[in-house]
């Protein structure tokens, strides 16, 4: 069956409504055990490290073993809020701040454990899955190897620094796969556990900026950022800005003072600097993304009072690239229903082609450090284009802070790749970096097809939103190697497939009437009304043959 006959549910009798789910049941209980999740690590690991690891790990597995539908919404929660619990365990840390790295891990531990337990149960099985699953399913794990791979020789020159960056690689792909896997096998209604992550997590924005002072001290802050900086410091950071800008960082909120967009431009209207927003995951960028991500999900679902909340605060955020993927995505939907899919996708390729074109020329005659490290990053690929291994360059290694940024505007390259996922993953990986990347392009178009002939708004928020972050990993390390960036795009495309395949699987019939399915569903948006007819004849569907809650 092809993807493109999947593109929609088609019920095959008439549906009786679901008994409404207890709340607390279904949306609270599942949400508190993932703040748990996030939570006992960083606390646990202040007692024993060996604890920490011990408890995280048993309560991972339960988790994966007892409530496998819940997979991917507790992998997103651990990687939005587990930052807040390591920063209000912070103080706890003073003596030793190299352990503030080590129990940030704890979320990717929880996501590779979620991840593992469904990969596993699905090996014996994958002979009676349906073809596509097992096609992405391959293609994906041909990334995860590659990765290892170059993870291993990067292991070999900067250990600490190959695992930083193997987290940051190859989690995007252990969510897709995850949620791939768990909406193929499982039937879910993510949807009212994903509108409240989105309140939850926008709410901590807008309260951090009403209120910085009593979020800094609800969550240690200004302890944690002490601690944060202490390398920065001892490299001579600080006093390298000082002596390049003039500016002197006499409080801790001078560091969270930026220009509005990082650009001149707009001070002529007025808007000069900003205190940037950290969110619950205690990154700036990260949590602009994330707070992109839930804007274009609301929008999909239907809240648009609740988008145009999350709207406003990514404003407050200031950064740009995850204001372009907003953009540019509402821009792609609406432009389908107006002109259609195909002359939409065309365009929006023209578009961004053009963008990074003259973000690339305009960077370089103006000295853009993310255009630069992108540069470094093409000239070491260059150089050797069999890649260097892991963790070789980038942001998050170790000769970051001593980079000399004026002698790299001269040249037009930074030596090494950094500020660019792109670029980095060039540098790193060679020509196998065209696999992670190449992935990404022949997904985001896969699922466009499924958007095309359904006119689901997930999908096409999936699709447009795969393709945008791939841009802007060009110029941002942020777009590719943040889970809220690249991550949550990748699981919701690995959901909306899934989804698709489950229901050709639910129904074989529905490949014989592939035209209709996809007219009938060009009109229909994926919101909480047509997801419970879905549900509805899914369960009357399988009523005899599946026990409630029990996989196909």
């Not at 949306?27 to 920490?52: K, T």
């Not at 070491?380 to 170790?398: D, I, K, S």
Request: one cysteine or more; proline letters at 5%; aromatic letters at 10%.
């Amino acid at each position: 069956m092809s993807v493109e006959a999947m593109a929609q549910p088609t019920a095959t009798a008439a549906a009786a409504p679901l008994p409404a789910a207890a709340p607390f049941g279904s949306i609270v209980l599942p949400l508190l055990i993932a703040l748990a999740l996030a939570m006992f690590g960083p606390v646990l690991n202040v007692v024993s490290p060996l604890l920490g690891l011990a408890v995280q790990t048993l309560l991972a597995l339960a988790i994966a073993i007892g409530m496998p539908s819940y997979g991917p919404v507790v992998a997103i929660v651990v990687l939005l809020f587990q930052n807040v619990f390591v920063s209000i365990c912070s103080p706890l840390y003073a003596s030793d701040p190299s352990q503030l790295e080590f129990i940030k891990g704890y979320n990717f531990l929880s996501c590779v454990l979620l991840w593992l337990v469904n990969f596993v149960s699905y090996l014996p099985r994958r002979r009676q899955c349906h073809p596509l699953l097992r096609r992405w399913m391959l293609a994906s794990t041909v990334v995860l190897v590659a990765i290892g791979f170059y993870l291993m020789i990067g292991v070999l020159q900067d250990p600490k620094a190959a695992a930083i960056y193997l987290r940051n690689i190859v989690l995007p792909f252990l969510l897709f796969q995850l949620a791939l896997l768990t909406a193929s096998r499982y039937r879910l209604r993510v949807t009212p556990l994903l509108v409240t992550i989105a309140v939850v997590f926008i709410g901590c924005g807008f309260f951090e900026f009403a209120f910085r002072e009593t979020w800094l001290a609800l969550t240690n802050g200004r302890t944690y950022w002490y601690l944060d900086g202490l390398k920065a410091m001892d490299a001579g950071v600080w006093e390298k800005q000082m002596r390049a800008t003039g500016s002197v960082m006499v409080d801790l909120l001078d560091r969270f003072r930026v220009s509005f967009f990082n650009t001149p431009l707009l001070e002529p209207l007025g808007l000069t600097t900003v205190l940037r927003l950290f969110g619950p995951n205690i990154s700036a960028v990260s949590f602009a993304y994330g707070v992109g991500f839930f804007v274009l999900f609301l929008t999909a679902t239907g809240r648009y009072l609740l988008a145009l909340a999350g709207f406003a605060l990514l404003i407050l955020c200031s950064v740009k690239g995850a204001l372009l993927m907003v953009l540019f995505v509402l821009a792609a939907l609406v432009a389908t229903r107006l002109i259609g899919p195909v002359l939409t996708l065309a365009l929006l390729l023209v578009m961004l082609v053009v963008y990074a074109a003259v973000v690339i020329v305009s960077g370089l005659k103006i000295g853009d450090y993310h255009v630069i490290g992108l540069m470094g990053g093409v000239n070491g690929f260059l150089q050797q284009p069999f890649g260097r291994g892991l963790g070789v360059g980038g942001n998050l290694g170790g000769d970051f802070n001593s980079i000399d940024w004026e002698a790299a505007q001269h040249l037009g390259a930074v030596q090494g790749a950094f500020e660019s996922a792109v670029g980095v993953l060039l540098y790193q990986m060679g020509a196998a970096a065209l696999l992670p990347l190449g992935f990404c392009l022949a997904l985001a178009l896969a699922i466009w097809k499924l958007y095309a002939r359904s006119g689901l708004r997930a999908q096409g928020m999936a699709a447009f939103g795969i393709l945008i972050i791939l841009v802007n990993g060009l110029f941002q390390e942020e777009a590719l190697f943040s889970p809220p960036a690249l991550g949550l795009m990748l699981c919701m495309a690995g959901l909306v497939l899934g989804h698709a395949i489950r229901d050709a699987t639910c129904d074989p019939g529905a490949a014989a009437n592939g035209t209709q399915i996809a007219a009938a569903g060009r009109d229909q948006h994926f919101d909480d009304s047509n997801l419970s007819r879905y549900e509805a004849a899914v369960q009357m569907r399988s009523a005899v043959a599946e026990p409630p809650g029990r996989p196909l």
